[in-house]
């Protein structure tokens, strides 16, 4: 008889019961579930830092090869660097170190007359009034102001738009030497919520959308 | 007992489970910590790179700001840059550096440069931020109008930041690599006429527009100023009108004489003798260019240097027209309307007249009356200064402050070792063979070896002609119409008078081919043009000519002189290089701006 009870009893020590399994299963579902949320904000950060890393290279290459540029007195020699010609329509993307590639075609940018700075040129593309199909480039060129948009530039499996403004600092009319105030920024396409006349919201992808960097630097003519 | 806890599991799924969920926190917040902290490495490297460029920018306007000044800079660019940097004291010289020293500490004037004199007003000096408009500056929207942040501040890492001035030297190296050593074993240096000029410890801030990143670094500012007065080309003999040692002159009577010169000009004093006093050859008060009887004279080239005084008469016009004038000499416009035009600038030299009073210059005067001198004729000085005058003294041959001195045609004609024309004399077949010889002649040379020779009927086209005797005479009928002498050049130890003489063009002779003449030393002084003399018979295929008699030479070639590269074309671009000062009297000043001992604070 007892040799009967300690087997019953070993016998049941063997596994766990269908409660305990379900408990652990509910458990740890209400206490691993955030924790593997981790995991996803970790992959998200690591995304993120790789996208921000190849934006970042892509405005110091840009920004490299634009304060690198001997610049003549005259704007032209800006814009010679930058703007198309029959001979090189695909100066301004082939032009930028490690950018090329693809195809580029420029134009002045629709409503350039009314763009006289780089915050006004910014508003423009971001409200799509200016749109491109593959990797395009749109200039403004006012007497103050030299204004060049790029999109959809490829550099390590991301696509990135940059746009470029230049801007004269020359104190006086004698002044020999003068400055062109350069401001670079890149960014992302992303979802935008477009709402029609309707009222009818609709979300699509938009270049110019969300910002990744920022720089500012000079160039002097020499 | 302890087989009975070991036996009962009971609760052993809760801590497996409480054991599975704490390894994968463990996990997973390694791996989000991981994430996190490369993340942050990509921003602070965003940020490194947003900060460098933005204070690369700082410096580009801080040293192109101070480049514009030193540029606009009329005189010393070395006091302009003093001057804009400002101190209230002056430089001393410290003897132990070898410097000229002294403090700089007026943020007044280095935020004026930074930012434009235009806005030093509005410019707080301590912290040297702007409410003025339209300044380089930027605000969270890149809006280049206004001004409202300070993204940057330039301003001085020391309390007294001192301000250097000094001659750059260089340490000599011989000519196997070694170092140049003095007879005491010192080091020996050399100064490259570089001005180094040192502001020392500028600190330069750059903050980012969210302010949380400030980016310092502190610096010295160097520049290097070298002066320059550069000395042009000429282009050789064959660019030249009129070469002359003894000048040219027009007497009364001339009547209307319109002569054209097309190519340089360079004309001596009057008798071909220049005087040396302190140093510096001067024209003795001689004048070198007289012009009477209605004369008008034009000339076309870059160079007209007239070494000794130009002297207008009655009604006599000087023209230059695209060039400059350079006048050793004072411009006396002597006569009743007479006159003075020149397209380009009237250089006069910065010394004192020699044997005048203390101070007073060489000028334009205007003793005679209503003068034809127009106001917008700009009368420069130049700035030759006491090296470059005793290249002129050694490329004249004046070194040995002899009075009987070579003059320049000589020095021109014997830079490559042929013989001075005043070594030839009249009638001698030998010295005229010399000549040929000298000068390679081989066909079709004509050669006049006489005294006194005037030119009438004489149509000197295409002609080189050297003229070493008693000068030459250019009389009544000799020349009409401005068909004649075209492609002439005169090159002439004594003087040449143009008189009666209706109308004459010289100009510059490139031609390989050409006649040339030569006359044998007379006396110096005034022509003899008493009209008796035979008219100086040339052809230019065959003749040569001497003592009346001709020879004949085919197909010659004087080439040599028109070589590029040749020592005569050397002397002429020196003499015309220095006297006037190269091709403006304008110095050049080239300045570079650099950074020494960079740090970051």
Request: hydrophobic fraction near 35%; include cysteine; proline fraction near 2%.
């Amino acid at each position: 008889m007892r040799k009967m009870m300690k087997k019953k009893a070993k016998g049941r020590e063997k596994g766990f019961s269908l409660i305990e399994v379900l408990l652990a299963i509910v458990i740890l579902g209400l206490v691993a579930t955030p924790i593997l949320q981790l995991f996803i904000t970790s992959a998200n950060i690591s995304r993120n830092s790789k996208e921000l890393l190849a934006a970042t290279d892509v405005a110091n290459i840009t920004m490299e090869y634009v304060t690198g540029s001997a610049f003549d007195v005259s704007k032209t020699g800006v814009k010679a660097e930058l703007m198309p010609d029959k001979d090189d329509p695909n100066k301004v993307a082939t032009r930028i170190q490690g950018l090329s590639g693809s195809t580029c075609k420029t134009a002045e940018a629709p409503g350039a007359a009314s763009i006289a700075n780089h915050a006004q040129f910014e508003s423009a593309l971001k409200s799509a009034s200016i749109t491109a199909t593959g990797t395009q480039a749109y200039y403004v060129d006012q007497s103050s102001y030299f204004g060049v948009a790029i999109f959809n530039v490829k550099y390590d499996n991301y696509m990135f738009d940059i746009l470029m403004s230049f801007v004269p600092d020359k104190k006086d009319a004698s002044d020999k030497f003068f400055i062109y105030d350069v401001t670079l920024d890149v960014y992302v396409m992303d979802e935008v919520t477009v709402t029609d006349g309707a009222g009818n919201e609709t979300t699509e992808m938009r270049n110019f959308t969300t910002k990744l960097v920022s720089m500012t630097g000079a160039i002097a003519n020499e | 007992m302890k087989k009975r806890w070991l036996k009962d599991n009971r609760g052993a799924a809760l801590v497996s489970v409480m054991i599975a969920v704490a390894f994968i926190a463990i996990l997973a917040s390694t791996l989000l910590y991981m994430a996190y902290s490369n993340y942050k490495m990509k921003v602070v490297n965003y940020e490194a790179k947003v900060n460098f460029y933005g204070t690369e920018h700082d410096m580009t306007v801080l040293s192109t700001n101070i480049r514009n000044e030193v540029a606009k800079a009329t005189g010393n660019p070395v006091e302009k840059l003093y001057e804009v940097v400002g101190s209230a004291d002056a430089l001393t010289f410290d003897e132990a550096t070898g410097k000229y020293v002294g403090n700089y500490y007026s943020p007044n004037k280095l935020a004026a440069v930074v930012y434009g004199q235009d806005y030093k007003d509005d410019v707080d000096v301590l912290t040297l931020k702007s409410t003025a408009t339209a300044m380089v500056n930027i605000d969270a929207d890149r809006n280049y109008g206004t001004g409202n942040a300070n993204a940057y501040k330039v301003t001085y890492s020391s309390d007294n930041p001192t301000f250097s001035i000094e001659d750059e030297i260089v340490q000599e190296f011989n000519p196997d690599g070694t170092p140049k050593l003095d007879d005491t074993g010192a080091q020996v240096y050399k100064k490259t006429g570089v001005t180094k000029i040192t502001l020392n410890d500028i600190k330069i801030s750059q903050v980012d527009l969210d302010g949380k990143y400030e980016n310092t670094i502190v610096t010295d500012m160097v520049f290097r100023v070298k002066e320059e007065t550069p000395v042009k080309d000429a282009g050789g003999i064959g660019k030249f009108s009129v070469l002359s040692d003894s000048g040219v002159s027009t007497p009364s009577g001339s009547d209307g004489t319109r002569i054209e010169m097309y190519g340089n000009v360079f004309l001596g004093p009057e008798d071909g003798e220049y005087a040396y006093s302190g140093g510096k050859i001067n024209p003795g008060g001689k004048d070198a260019l007289v012009l009477d009887g209605d004369t008008v004279f034009t000339a076309y080239g870059d160079y007209m240097v007239v070494f000794g005084n130009i002297r207008l008469k009655d009604r006599a016009i000087l023209q230059v027209v695209g060039g400059n004038l350079t006048v050793y000499g004072d411009i006396i416009l002597e006569g009743a309307g007479s006159g003075l035009i020149c397209t380009g600038n009237v250089y006069f030299p910065a010394d004192d007249k020699p044997g005048g009073v203390a101070g007073e210059k060489y000028k334009i005067l205007t003793p005679g009356s209503t003068n034809v001198l127009p106001q917008s004729l700009m009368t420069k000085t130049l700035t030759v200064d006491s090296d470059k005058y005793l290249d002129l003294l050694t490329t004249l041959g004046l070194t040995d402050n002899s009075t009987n001195n070579d003059g320049i045609l000589n020095q021109i004609l014997s830079a490559d070792g042929r013989q001075k024309l005043n070594a030839f004399s009249t009638g001698d077949h030998a010295k005229t063979q010399k000549a040929i010889d000298m000068f390679g002649i081989k066909y079709n040379t004509t050669v006049w070896v006489k005294d006194n020779q005037p030119i009438n009927d004489g149509n000197l086209s295409n002609n080189l002609c050297f003229m070493v005797g008693s000068g030459c005479t250019f009389g009544d009928a000799a020349v009409n119409g401005t068909s004649q002498n075209l492609n002439t050049t005169f090159i002439c130890l004594e003087d040449i008078k143009l008189t009666n003489t209706k109308s004459l063009r010289f100009s510059q002779v490139g031609s390989e081919v050409f006649n040339f003449m030569l006359t044998p030393e007379g006396s110096k002084g005034q022509i003899n043009n008493s009209g008796s003399q035979s008219y100086m018979e040339y052809d230019a295929q065959t003749h040569m000519i001497i003592d009346g008699q001709g020879v004949t030479a085919n197909n010659t070639t004087i080439a040599s002189l028109f070589q590029e590269g040749n020592k005569s074309n050397e002397v002429v671009n020196k003499v015309l290089g220095l006297s006037s000062n190269g091709s403006s009297a304008e110095t050049i000043i080239h300045t570079a701006i650099g950074y020494e001992n960079w740090h970051k604070e």
